[in-house]
């Protein structure tokens, strides 16, 4: 059974964490290409090209816009699940990825740089669907609960070194090659297409939601190599009878349910929180960061992907330790990490005028914050906002959680480069006390859940 759980979540994560940890970065090696198509395209249909501050516009929506089309794939997933199952509905989701890819492949020859918006949203759709629909599972073992939970988010971390790696000058760095660059999440998704053809749909969903007592036998044997699987038929028979005495409860109830406040705030903060903390300026605008901090254009591309490496290592330091350390110790360690190295940010670029060395400063600071993150605030708020909750209240808490996640994902995407023209260092402040803030409310607030039930968790809060 642990085989199976980890087989799945590999396969689940690789596909779908890979891709949303692909469009993450993909964004940032061609972003001068991007914009030098932009201008080109604008000037050839209106005889003039775009000033400055239209251009950051049209290309801050290009990047933003992942983000949107999360939040609308976040929001389909309920739907999608209940009538297609969960094989189905990521089977289908892969096939958005592959329209995706065609729209930005071919965006620079049909001249089309709405091409590349749509595909962006139509990617984010993708992984909104895939991300946030994995999270509404139950209890299969306290002892690798926070493991599994933390795999999605070291996969997010390979995706983001793989487009890292790709956007090299060596390989697709060049400006013929950067539609076929963001085209290039066709793959992580046929490759997801063939291999769920392996696996058999969720004995959970067949048995539980569709009464499919034959076909969730037989996923079991699949899944499980063995014939005597009446325990586990049982467990869930009794999981379906206590679902459908439960009333599940819906956003609204949820907002106005006074024993599960504290809950539902600890939801808002930390999800709100991992995006605001600036990780995805970092991702989406690391180029343009460590240009402004004096690095040589020529080393930036060798720089970006080193911190890749290091985002790697991170994310399994993090996975192999939430079990013994627990969840609160990861997430404020990770929080007061990104808050030191974003305070350092802004103190190397002022002083990088007088102090030359100054710019080594930045880099590191860059390192950890992604290093930070990856340890802790990549992966805990989604499992917090599963382990917080019991049934009835999980699926609406996903919403709350999934909906504020998008929504802070998009408004850094899009705010950033004004935020950093308007304030300059001084902008990197504001994602210092947002990161102090997080960590101060998890320590005071937030209990350990390692080790612990869910009905256990909710005691604690009550």
Partial sequence: LTFSLLSVTV?????????????????????VHIKAFYNATWSQRYGHGLAPGPLTLLYSLTVSIFALGGLVGSLL???????????????????????????MGFSQQLGSPEMVIIGRSITGIHSGRCY????????????????????PSFFICLGVFFAQVLGLPELLGEDR????????VVVPASLQLLLLHCFPESPRYLLIERNDVCRATNALHQ???????????EEMREEQQSLSSMEMVSVRQLLQDHSVRWQTLSVVVVNAGMQLSGIDAIWFYTNTIFENAGVPASQIPYTTVGTGAIEIVAGLIGCFTIEKVGR?????????AMGFCSAGITISLLLQSTLPWMRYVSVACVVGIIAGFCMGPAGVPFLMTAELFTQSHRPAAYIVGGSLNWLCNFSIGFIFPF?????????????????????LYVYLIIPETKNKTFMEISHIFA
């Avoid at 969960?86 to 289908?92: E, I, M, T, V, Y």
């Avoid at 946030?132 to 795999?151: K, S, T, Y």
């Avoid at 090659?177 to 290039?184: D, E, N, R, T």
């Fill in 11 to 31: 396969l689940v994560s690789f596909g779908s964490s890979m891709l949303y940890g692909y469009n993450l970065a993909v964004v940032n090696s061609p972003a």
């Fill in 77 to 103: 997933v309920g739907v999608l699940v209940e009538r297609y199952g969960r094989k189905g509905a990521l089977s289908r989701s892969a096939l958005l990825v592959l329209l995706a890819g065609g729209f």
């Fill in 132 to 151: 946030w629909g994995c999270g509404a599972g139950h209890d299969p073992f306290l002892n690798l609960r926070g493991f599994l939970g933390l795999v």
């Fill in 177 to 184: 090659f950067w539609p076929f660059f963001l085209s290039v």
């Fill in 223 to 233: 899944f499980l190599g063995t014939l005597d699987v009446q325990d586990v038929i």
């Fill in 328 to 336: 609160r110790p990861l997430i404020i360690i990770g929080f007061c």
């Fill in 419 to 439: 935020l950093q023209m308007s304030a300059g260092a001084f902008c990197y402040l504001v994602f210092c006390g947002i990161c102090f803030l997080v960590a």
